[in-house]
């Protein structure tokens, strides 16, 4: 079931707790070291439209795409296709907010390339169900939930994105362990969230990236409104997130609550942030807070269940059926390590950690290394260090106070359609589009070393 829906199942009360907390360089191979021999098809050369060029590709094949603007949803049934734009500003997909999909993916091995798509009544670019799949030098910009959207898919590579303008998140990845996807050179900014996961992780990779101006910014988190539950291992690393509390954005519920958030991890367990620039925001700068879930599916699970992969498990009945039991489920953020980060001008704490039990040292949660001015609890890094013992054991100083954050008033939404989303400036283009061989998704997601990421530089311009 689509994210967005299942979030409704979740009361204003789970949802207020949800916010309790206060570019790298190019990874991918050369397009000679891995072309296709497959045919070209040019639209609207040798098709008409983009759907009758997919309709007629067969696996290997490259669709180019001539400037124009395209109104139409296109479905992807063929494996291993690769569909290009000659130019990423001037290739627009436009749903004239009534189509519902620009790029809708079911096949594996499917990379998308160099283009825009607006004005959808849901989703931008969305891979579902698929193992193998890549957008490269894509533009998303005011759709109405998820700008590009990996959901129930693995092998993913997403990366030279812009995401702007949606109700939910910029960039989503959904319901997959091991994931074994990577996003890199990510742009998003005037979201409801800047990158949101529910019960993903496992070699998921954010790097790279920028997340600005959106109500919150990085949000991975765990609940059985999907399958797969707990997210968890996820990899947040050499990220540049500030300013996370737009005001005049369109946005889900959640993302309401989570304002003022840089990186919120809700509810998802064993993460590593490390090595991130995070500035001015709202609430918190990285806060690792809870997730209460009324009328769940199902419990947490035990943490020894954790290393079994979605394939695994996703087909088994729900542990717990008894509705007294599943009325309030509690997801804690568990034995996440935040390291090595630089946050500043948080107005509540540059490092948070909360939760609706008492004690929060037994969550296994560790702060080293970070560049910061304040915590909540107090001396956050000093309880919680990742290496050695506590040199300090007061976690009732200076907590989280979660009845002002959940009775803080909350500006509403404002309609996709009619939001100020600032249009996204002209966008480099993918190099040799014209010339460059089909590259289907066959091998992604690319190699990273994470060791050569570093704390980024502030930008000059914000």
């Given at each position: 079931?689509?994210?967005?829906?299942?979030?409704?199942?979740?009361?204003?009360?789970?949802?207020?707790?949800?916010?309790?907390?206060?570019?790298?360089?190019?990874?991918?191979?050369?397009?000679?070291?891995?072309?296709?021999?497959?045919?070209?098809?040019?639209?609207?050369?040798?098709?008409?439209?983009?759907?009758?060029?997919?309709?007629?590709?067969?696996?290997?094949?490259?669709?180019?795409?001539?400037?124009?603007?395209?109104?139409?949803?296109?479905?992807?049934?063929?494996?291993?296709?690769?569909?290009?734009?000659?130019?990423?500003?001037?290739?627009?997909?436009?749903?004239?907010?009534?189509?519902?999909?620009?790029?809708?993916?079911?096949?594996?091995?499917?990379?998308?390339?160099?283009?825009?798509?607006?004005?959808?009544?849901?989703?931008?670019?969305?891979?579902?169900?698929?193992?193998?799949?890549?957008?490269?030098?894509?533009?998303?910009?005011?759709?109405?939930?998820?700008?590009?959207?990996?959901?129930?898919?693995?092998?993913?590579?997403?990366?030279?994105i812009w995401a702007?303008?949606?109700?939910?998140?910029?960039?989503?990845?959904?319901?997959?362990?091991?994931?074994?996807?990577?996003?890199?050179?990510?742009?998003?900014?005037?979201?409801?969230?800047?990158?949101?996961?529910?019960?993903?992780?496992?070699?998921?990779?954010?790097?790279?990236?920028?997340?600005?101006?959106?109500?919150?910014?990085?949000?991975?988190?765990?609940?059985?409104?999907?399958?797969?539950?707990?997210?968890?291992?996820?990899?947040?690393?050499?990220?540049?997130?500030?300013?996370?509390?737009?005001?005049?954005?369109?946005?889900?519920?959640?993302?309401?609550l989570a304002m003022?958030?840089?990186?919120?991890?809700?509810?998802?367990?064993?993460?590593?942030?490390?090595?991130?620039?995070?500035?001015?925001?709202?609430?918190?700068?990285?806060?690792?807070?809870?997730?209460?879930?009324?009328?769940?599916?199902?419990?947490?699970?035990?943490?020894?269940?954790?290393?079994?992969?979605?394939?695994?498990?996703?087909?088994?009945p729900p542990t717990?059926?008894?509705?007294?039991?599943?009325?309030?489920?509690?997801?804690?953020?568990?034995?996440?390590?935040?390291?090595?980060?630089?946050?500043?001008?948080?107005?509540?704490?540059?490092?948070?950690?909360?939760?609706?039990?008492?004690?929060?040292?037994?969550?296994?949660?560790?702060?080293?290394?970070?560049?910061?001015?304040?915590?909540?609890?107090?001396?956050?890094?000093?309880?919680?260090?990742?290496?050695?013992?506590?040199?300090?054991?007061?976690?009732?100083?200076?907590?989280?106070?979660?009845?002002?954050?959940?009775?803080?008033?909350?500006?509403?939404?404002?309609?996709?359609?009619?939001?100020?989303?600032?249009?996204?400036?002209?966008?480099?283009?993918?190099?040799?589009?014209?010339?460059?061989?089909?590259?289907?998704?066959?091998?992604?997601?690319?190699?990273?070393?994470?060791?050569?990421?570093?704390?980024?530089?502030?930008?000059?311009?914000?």
């Amino acid at each position: 079931m689509h994210h967005a829906t299942r979030l409704a199942t979740v009361s204003f009360t789970a949802l207020a707790l949800f916010a309790t907390a206060c570019g790298g360089g190019d990874t991918s191979p050369s397009n000679e070291a891995t072309g296709s021999s497959g045919a070209t098809i040019q639209v609207p050369e040798d098709q008409p439209t983009i759907q009758a060029a997919v309709d007629a590709a067969e696996s290997g094949d490259l669709i180019l795409i001539a400037p124009g603007t395209y109104a139409e949803s296109v479905d992807v049934e063929t494996e291993n296709l690769t569909i290009r734009g000659l130019d990423r500003n001037e290739v627009i997909l436009d749903g004239g907010f009534k189509l519902e999909n620009g790029i809708r993916v079911f096949a594996d091995g499917v990379a998308i390339e160099n283009m825009t798509v607006q004005n959808y009544t849901t989703n931008g670019f969305f891979w579902t169900g698929v193992t193998g799949y890549r957008g490269s030098y894509l533009t998303s910009y005011r759709n109405g939930d998820y700008g590009v959207y990996g959901f129930d898919a693995t092998e993913g590579q997403l990366e030279h994105i812009w995401a702007s303008g949606s109700a939910d998140a910029g960039v989503y990845i959904g319901q997959c362990y091991p994931c074994d996807t990577v996003l890199d050179d990510i742009v998003s900014e005037y979201n409801g969230l800047g990158y949101s996961g529910t019960n993903s992780g496992g070699d998921l990779l954010i790097i790279n990236s920028t997340f600005r101006h959106n109500r919150a910014g990085i949000v991975p988190n765990s609940g059985s409104y999907e399958l797969c539950y707990p997210g968890r291992d996820n990899t947040i690393v050499g990220n540049t997130v500030y300013s996370n509390q737009q005001a005049d954005t369109p946005a889900i519920d959640v993302a309401l609550l989570a304002m003022g958030n840089g990186i919120l991890v809700a509810g998802s367990n064993r993460n590593l942030v490390a090595r991130n620039l995070v500035y001015d925001h709202d609430r918190g700068g990285i806060a690792l807070v809870p997730f209460p879930e009324e009328g769940a599916n199902d419990v947490a699970p035990a943490e020894s269940t954790w290393d079994t992969p979605c394939a695994e498990v996703r087909d088994l009945p729900p542990t717990v059926t008894d509705p007294a039991l599943l009325a309030a489920v509690l997801w804690d953020p568990q034995q996440n390590r935040i390291v090595d980060n630089v946050v500043s001008d948080s107005r509540i704490a540059d490092l948070g950690l909360g939760s609706l039990q008492p004690d929060l040292a037994a969550l296994g949660n560790c702060f080293s290394g970070n560049t910061i001015t304040s915590s909540a609890p107090m001396n956050l890094q000093k309880l919680a260090p990742c290496e050695g013992e506590p040199s300090a054991t007061d976690w009732s100083a200076g907590g989280l106070d979660l009845i002002a954050l959940i009775t803080a008033v909350h500006p509403p939404s404002i309609d996709y359609e009619i939001a100020p989303t600032p249009k996204p400036p002209i966008q480099p283009n993918m190099p040799d589009a014209a010339t460059a061989p089909a590259q289907p998704a066959t091998n992604v997601p690319y190699a990273v070393d994470l060791d050569a990421i570093k704390v980024p530089e502030r930008p000059s311009s914000e």
